[in-house]
């Protein structure tokens, strides 16, 4: 199994672009989760999906973030406006379930910088 | 909202020395999660757990319920343990709650 897929592994953008970070979760897996990874606020959740429908995107930081996903083995962040304060890891992770007992798998992580 | 303390958040020591971290939870929290951040970045699953102890080759993990605490143990520590290693909280239909990890150096 190729794990969960991340792309881009790296992106540089300016701020007010348009951003969109892609995500292949493991095959069979019904929830998927995007995280993001900032020195200061360590590890967050933003939004997380099960059978492709959106559960909980209370952590989503602002309108300018949102998140979709059209089928079981794809998924997007997108952030439009960026801004410099957006600049982070963005994980995404797959789990079998939902519950809070299943292992998740994370993938390498896309890095965000906004200047 | 759930919470989830980690200490230390740093740690040196010299290898061949046994490891402790510590994390305790709120109420709410039903599993914990013990991930290792590599400094390239990856995060792996080191073990997920709800009761009892669970042990992989030099890392042992185990939970205390009541007291809503779990502690992370590396026996014969090594160089290529130096990593980030992140508690996390699980419970119900829920997404993860992190700790703000502790940065492991094991010395030569």
């Known amino acids: 199994d190729a794990g969960v897929i991340q792309s881009p592994r790296h992106e540089v953008t300016e701020m007010g672009q348009e951003v969109t970070l892609r995500c292949k979760p493991i095959s069979g897996h019904n929830s998927l989760f995007w995280y993001r990874q900032t020195m200061m606020r360590g590890l967050e959740l933003l939004i997380y999906?099960?059978?492709?429908?959106?559960?909980?995107d209370s952590g989503m930081p602002e309108d300018r973030f949102s998140a979709k996903m059209p089928n079981a083995s794809f998924s997007t962040l997108k952030i439009q406006p960026s801004e410099p304060r957006d600049s982070a890891v963005y994980f995404c992770?797959?789990?079998?379930?939902?519950?809070?007992?299943?292992?998740?798998?994370f993938g390498p992580g896309t890095r965000l910088t906004v200047l | 909202k759930n919470e989830v303390e980690q200490s230390p958040q740093n740690l040196t020591a010299q290898e061949g020395e046994f490891i402790t971290i510590n994390c305790s939870y709120s109420v709410g929290i039903s599993a914990l999660h013990w991930l290792q951040q590599h400094p390239g970045g990856g995060i792996v699953s080191l073990f997920m757990?709800?009761?009892g102890k669970k042990k992989h080759g030099r890392l042992i993990a185990t939970i205390n319920i009541q007291e809503k605490h779990s502690s992370l143990h590396i026996t014969a520590s090594h160089p290529r343990d130096s990593a980030v290693y992140i508690c996390?909280?699980?419970?119900?239909?829920?997404?993860?709650?992190f700790g703000k990890g502790t940065h492991l150096i094991i010395q030569p």
């Open positions: 999906f099960n059978n492709n429908v959106p559960i909980d």
């Open positions: 757990l709800s009761s």
């Open positions: 996390a909280g699980g419970g119900g239909a829920d997404g993860l709650t």
């Open positions: 992770a797959s789990s079998l379930t939902l519950a809070g007992f299943d292992t998740q798998y």
